[in-house]
């Protein structure tokens, strides 16, 4: 191995560029080359590649989003497009090849590990949706960012006595709304794991009304439903008007939290190791606060699960 590449793919998430930095100077420091792939697979097809140095991936530590760019790419699913990107990589003289994103990006990696060429996987979504890692490279920071929402939220919700849905994001995976939930004090908590009932939900909302609490949150993960449409059937089982904030795409950026760039610099640069190693087809992850590799197919044969406790402990404290 005497050079490599690396690339973000999918949705961005904060500490995807304390990835890239570590990625570049853990490489540099064991004496590769490293290339840049711009704009994920579709740059990758396309060969918009460039060489990266120690002071390329300077002063990203901090920021937001990808200097290598993100992009979906239908081609690349494709095994047309797949080749093209080995032809690519083969023109650059790139041996290996780190993979930044969530389990789509991962099945591309996995699909250029079998045409030959040595791929690895470092988790980077704001999801927390990758079987096999406990945490993912950007829910710390995007949580932070909720729950700092939230707190603003109930300031003004407390003034006037009023109920608050917020839409978080979560199509699949509702970690980002049970761990908001949790640390932001929510009545409840709706997720795409666990069927809701609304009856419930009103009724728990009518007894804290009732003892003469002056707001309640609760916190919707987008994959369930609008928070328009729960707001609807809040109001309709309550007679409560409520108040609703989608809180959108912020919840992708900002300064990555000290959480997600200490994890991210610990997976980027055990990425490089694994390519050094010669143990393509693998994804990083973190267990126990311990850094783990395992296969690719380790992803694809697993559900992500929630914290089942969490959500238990959840309810019990929002009782
Ligand atoms: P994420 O990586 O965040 O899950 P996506 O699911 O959109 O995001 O995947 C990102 C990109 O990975 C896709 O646009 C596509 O280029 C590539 N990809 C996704 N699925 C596959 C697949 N089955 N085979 C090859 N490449 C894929």
């Known amino acids: 191995m005497k050079k490599i590449g690396v690339l973000t793919s999918g949705g961005d998430s904060p500490g995807m560029n304390a990835a890239i930095r570590a990625v570049v100077r853990k490489a540099i420091y064991h004496n590769l080359e490293v290339y840049g792939v711009y704009g994920g697979y579709l740059g990758l097809i396309n060969g918009n590649i460039k060489k990266l140095e120690l002071g390329s991936v300077g002063d990203i530590i901090h920021r937001g989003g990808t200097m290598l760019y993100s992009a979906r790419c ?35 990696a996995k699909a250029l590990t079998e045409l030959g ?11 927390n949706d990758i079987p096999g890692t406990e945490h993912t490279i950007g829910f710390d920071t995007a949580l932070n960012t909720v729950i700092d929402a939230i707190d603003k939220i109930r300031d003004t919700a407390s003034s006037h006595e009023r109920t608050f849905v917020v839409e978080v994001m979560g199509r699949n995976a509702g ?32 007894r804290s009304h009732e003892r003469g609490k002056r707001h309640s949150i609760i916190i919707v993960a987008e994959g369930v439903c609008r928070g328009e449409e729960l707001s609807k059937q809040i109001t309709e089982a309550t007679g409560f008007a409520t108040w609703v904030t989608v809180l959108g795409h912020v919840q992708r950026g900002g ?42 197919d380790e992803v694809f044969s697993n559900e992500h699960t929630l914290d089942l406790e969490l959500c238990k402990l959840s309810k019990e404290l929002s009782i």
């Open 74 to 108: 239908e081609e690349f699913k494709t095994k047309e497009g797949q080749l093209k990107g080995v032809e690519q990589l083969k023109k650059h003289g790139i041996d290996g090849l780190v993979v930044i994103g969530g389990d789509g990006s991962y099945r591309g």
């Open 117 to 127: 060429f040595p791929c690895v996987g470092v988790p980077g979504t704001i999801d």
């Open 175 to 206: 970690d980002i709304a049970l761990w908001a939930g949790l640390a932001g004090g929510a009545e409840a908590i709706v997720i795409p794991e666990e069927n809701y009932d609304i009856n419930e939900i009103a009724d728990r909302l009518k």
């Open 255 to 296: 300064s990555p939290s000290a959480f997600d760039r200490v994890l991210a610099s610990r997976l980027g640069a055990r990425a490089v190791e694994l390519l050094i190693e010669g143990k393509g087809g693998r994804a990083v992850g973190i267990r126990k606060n311990q850094v783990v590799d395992y296969d690719f």
